[in-house]
């Protein structure tokens, strides 16, 4: 039953994003936010799908601690879902991701033209300099900032490893960081066919205000996230090794 029910959420995805993709083609000779709501439809038709024919359903907790205006999030990385999902839950958020995204057709036009941030990975600190530079438009637009402070996707009961562009974004913009626990991995596996039923939960967690040490912020960001994880992980019935 699961595999049918995968096998039949995978058409519908691929279905609505072609679509879409081709009907918002349009939106390219117009202003930027006109994509933006092509971006949203398709998360919002693909939450639709995961519900009728995965079974996988959405439970956001922490609505209080979202910021209005430029703020970063920082959030867990298990799956595509919250690449897709964040999209449908946050508002015109400008996404960290990795160049490479840019060069698949359609989905690398959409991308670019509403308006996120692309960084090359093996360019280091030039990488740096270069996401801080764009952020900083993307704050001066009012916009939110999401990056996966790992910066790829990890498995359920994986340890952590952060990277460091998500404390230079956060001593550079000089804005509140809102951590962010979830449990999508559970449900919708970093590889594999597979996506099983049950109820996916985003957590926003106390906002880290701007000012901190770099080191200070870094241990307050993992800290939140992975203990909420951890939380999250175990009431959905998980058990580390």
């Keep these: 039953m699961i595999f049918i029910r995968s096998f ?3 058409v519908w995805f691929a279905l609505l994003s072609v679509v879409l993709n081709l009907a918002w083609l349009p939106a390219f000779l117009l202003p930027r936010r006109f994509t933006v709501v092509g971006v949203r439809l398709w998360a919002q038709g693909t939450l639709w799908g995961l519900r009728v024919f ?3 359903t959405l439970e956001v907790r922490g609505r209080e601690n979202m910021q209005s205006g ?12 919250e690449t ?8 015109d958020p400008a996404t ?6 840019m060069l698949i057709p359609f989905y690398g036009w959409y991308v670019w033209k509403s308006g996120n941030i692309a960084i090359d990975r093996g360019a280091h ?3 740096i300099r270069r996401l801080i530079a764009r952020a900083k438009t993307v704050v001066a637009e009012k916009r939110p900032i999401l990056i996966f402070p790992e910066g790829t996707r990890s498995r359920p009961g994986q340890a952590p490893d952060y990277k460091p562009g998500v404390a230079a974004l956060y001593s550079q913009l000089d804005i509140a960081c809102v951590p962010v626990a979830l449990n999508s991995g559970l449900y919708w596996p970093r590889k594999g066919f597979t996506r099983r039923p049950g109820k996916v939960i985003v957590e926003f ?19 939140r996230i992975e203990t909420a994880t951890d939380r999250l ?8 090794n």
């Design 125 to 127: 600190a030039k990488a």
């Design 8 to 10: 039949l959420f995978t």
């Design 84 to 91: 897709v999902v964040m999209n449908a839950i946050l508002t």
């Design 233 to 240: 992980l175990a009431e959905a019935g998980f058990r580390k």
């Design 70 to 81: 430029a703020c970063l999030y920082a959030s867990k990385h298990f799956a595509m879902w």
């Design 54 to 56: 995965a079974g996988m």
């Design 96 to 101: 960290v991701l990795k160049k490479e995204l």
């Design 205 to 223: 967690l106390e906002p880290i205000p701007p000012g901190l040490k770099r080191a200070e912020f870094m241990s307050t960001l993992e800290t």
